[in-house]
């Protein structure tokens, strides 16, 4: 039974909530393992940022858990990760991105928030001229997700947002984008065990 993709708590678990949805939309729910959830919430939000009120997932300790998570492995779970970095995080026709999507994988993402702080959320699945994300932040309503962007229809089993791949590529580090080359990471992750996927063409414009 696959269960719905969740919002985070806080302001600042925008990383593990993302780690979590990546295992809970690859897997059902009897064949996650609790160790795996377990870890993930450990490993992360381990950096203080004072206006956030509390702590941050730092680079590191992303990057950490997606080592883990790619070597952790019981009867019935077993997930490959790969990390990519910097100017290889694109959406060109050689993306490693969207040949992990096309693959049935998924992809945590940092996209930019404001000029100085990013946000993680995952990415589901892609078009010719789009990708489909659960943003796992709750926005108000209006909320400029920058140009092409648009909601998605969804109780929590498919895609909530879908940005235009244009604008997310962009350097410039401007709400909802990639950003600058030098600091762009993307975490993929790919079921390597045989079962079910759901689809993430289930997503309706909003």
């Known amino acids: ?106 992809a945590i993402v940092d996209v930019h928030v404001t000029p100085r702080t990013t946000h993680s959320m995952l990415a589901l699945g892609a078009g010719a001229d789009h990708v489909d994300f659960w943003d796992p932040y709750i926005r108000a309503a209006g909320y400029d997700y920058g140009r092409g962007a648009s909601l998605l229809e969804t109780a929590g089993h498919s895609p909530n947002v879908r940005l235009a791949r244009s604008w997310l590529d962009s350097p410039r580090a401007r709400r909802y984008s990639f950003g600058p080359l030098a600091g762009r990471v993307a975490v993929l992750i790919r079921r390597t065990r045989p079962g079910r996927r759901r689809s993430s063409s289930a997503g309706k414009k909003g």
Request: proline share 4%; aromatic share 10%.
């Open 1 to 106: 039974m696959f269960t719905p993709l969740r919002y985070q708590a806080s302001e600042a678990d925008c990383y593990p909530t993302s780690a979590v949805n990546a295992l809970v939309w690859l897997f059902e729910r009897h064949e996650l393992p609790g160790a795996a959830l377990q870890h993930i919430y450990a490993s992360c939000l381990d950096g203080i940022e004072h206006h956030l009120a509390g702590s941050y997932t730092s680079r590191h300790a992303g990057l950490a858990l997606a080592d883990w998570l790619g070597d952790f492995k019981t009867a019935g779970f077993a997930v490959t990760t790969e990390i990519v970095e910097g100017p290889d995080v694109h959406l060109r026709r050689s993306s490693r991105i969207l040949s992990w999507l096309r693959r049935g994988g998924v």
